[in-house]
């Protein structure tokens, strides 16, 4: 190849290289005026004060270990917590069935066998119920489906029919 060139070299000198596509480059390591590598290639842990020294100590300082604690960290307004996750599961709780199922025959003075907490409606139309510890009823329109409703008495004013007590 026209652009490499051999250097005549006394006996036992070994010059670094690295083969690039058949041709041999020389590898330069460039030092200050002690002699110390500056950028700090040659050397597996390099000098505080050479480039690669001083990049290495930032790295350290922005990569290295941060002792994180999840206590420690402020949590945001709302944020879940366990007190909340508590009261969360209370209601859920509160909600859900005690016992089992029953069919609901709607009945103008008559109490449910007991309190239920859900209804599940097979044909929409109006229930009338009344609320536990209240004295007056309530009606509201519901289409076909299941429904949070915590009530003792179901009337037979209720036009919505195939009604299921949870």
Not at 98 to 126: C, M, W, Y
């Amino acid at each position: 190849m026209a652009d490499n060139i051999t250097t005549p070299v006394g006996t036992g000198t070994v010059l670094a290289t690295k083969e690039i596509s058949g041709a041999h480059a020389s590898k330069v390591v460039v030092v200050d005026q002690t002699g110390g590598d500056v950028v700090g290639q040659a050397v597996e842990s390099p000098a505080a004060f050479s480039i690669a020294g001083r990049l290495k100590a930032i790295a350290d300082k922005l990569l290295g270990t941060i002792a994180v604690s999840a206590t420690a960290l402020p949590l945001p307004a709302g944020a879940a917590t366990a007190a909340k996750q508590d009261e969360a599961n209370a209601a859920i709780q509160a909600l859900a069935p005690s016992a089992a199922p029953f069919a609901i025959t709607p009945h103008a003075t008559n109490a449910l066998e007991r309190q239920i907490k859900a209804i599940s409606v097979v044909t929409g139309g109006d229930i009338t119920f009344r609320y536990p510890g209240e004295t007056s009823d309530r009606t509201i329109p519901v289409p076909a489906g299941f429904y949070p409703l915590v009530a003792t008495h179901i009337r037979a004013t209720t036009t919505a029919s195939g009604l299921t007590g949870w």
